[in-house]
């Protein structure tokens, strides 16, 4: 169950963020739930000449080199 906003508000303030960042918080989330990011538009294809893809695909497509450099017992505990 998701808490209410007005609940969670005072709830994040006393667990040590800043009152200006839960106000932002809040009124962003409340932005996302009345559908303000809602629409679907075609500024990826516009913008780079390629259809969008899921995060899933460009993980899988980029999982070596997001990789590389880490070490590899950090992997070992999240599979």
């Known amino acids: 169950m998701q808490p209410d906003l007005d609940e969670l508000e005072p709830v994040m303030i006393e667990r040590g963020m800043s009152e200006s960042y839960v106000k ?26 390629n259809p969008p893809r899921s995060l899933d695909a460009f993980l899988a497509e980029h999982r070596d080199q997001l990789r590389e450099g880490v070490d590899a017992s950090f992997y070992a505990q999240t599979e």
């Open 24 to 49: 932002d918080f809040v009124r962003l989330t409340r932005l996302v739930n009345a559908g303000a990011l809602a629409e679907v538009t075609t500024a990826v294809a516009d913008l780079t000449g």
